[in-house]
């Protein structure tokens, strides 16, 4: 069955880089159809979708992050990252690494989530 | 970007009642949208995809409708379990966007 696993520092500098790694067991990243992503819940609040990228290495990015935002895979190491450079506070969150299949599905694998808080 | 509107933002239900979510799309989104359950502390879960396709394990009490901009999701009969958050998600563009949540509370 799979699994995500998300890992990555629980804090992180204003103004520095945020990076998460999404380890994936169960199943290889290097499938046909499948894409790899990134959704983040600020405290208290709602879902908002990071980007994508699948499994030929295309991104798809969410315009309010992409001057920051970078989505890449690891195919021997079978893990996606992420990397958002130049935090503020409101970049606090948890964050969560999730799998989808075709370009339209659902997202039907999530990660647990992993807690980053900006603070100095 | 296409935004996803849902309502109400917060309902109270008792156990056995009939409750039904809107959501409703800046665009059309075709039957391109997908409904999420989230319970504190936990990643959402998916419910339904392609609109109204339940995914495997998700009781029968759940089901969605519609397509272009206008889309539901209902609970047939709310069981405790179903206490949660309720997130839909447009996944017609390859820039993908959430509602901003409903959360079913109890009576």
């Known amino acids: 069955q799979l699994q995500l696993h998300e890992t990555g520092p629980g804090l992180v500098k204003p103004s520095e880089t945020l990076s998460l790694t999404c380890n994936v067991s169960?199943?290889?990243?290097?499938?046909?159809?499948?894409?790899w992503g990134w959704v983040r819940q600020p405290p208290g609040k709602g879902l908002e979708w990071i980007g994508n990228i699948y499994y030929s290495g295309s991104t798809y990015y969410n315009p309010s992050l992409k001057s920051r935002l970078t989505i890449s895979l690891d195919t021997p190491k079978n893990q996606f990252s992420l990397k958002l450079t130049s935090v503020t506070a409101s970049d606090s969150g948890v964050y969560y690494c999730?799998?989808?299949?075709?370009?339209?599905?659902?997202?039907?694998?999530w990660g647990q989530g992993t807690l980053v808080t900006v603070s100095s | 970007d296409i935004q996803m509107t849902q309502s109400p933002s917060s309902l109270s239900a008792s156990v056995g009642d009939r409750v039904s979510i809107t959501c409703r799309a800046s665009e059309t989104v075709g039957t391109y949208l997908n409904w999420y359950q989230q319970k504190a502390g936990k990643a959402p879960k998916l419910l339904i995809s392609a609109g109204s396709s339940l995914q495997g394990g998700v009781p029968s009490r759940f089901s969605g409708s519609g397509s272009g901009t206008d889309f539901t999701l209902t609970i047939s009969s709310l069981q405790p379990e179903d206490f949660a958050t309720y997130y839909c998600q447009q996944s017609y563009s390859s820039r993908r966007t959430f509602g901003q949540g409903t959360k079913v509370e109890i009576k």
């Open positions: 169960g199943g290889s990243i290097n499938i046909n159809n499948y894409f």
């Open positions: 999730t799998r989808y299949m075709g370009s339209s599905g659902g997202d039907d694998c």
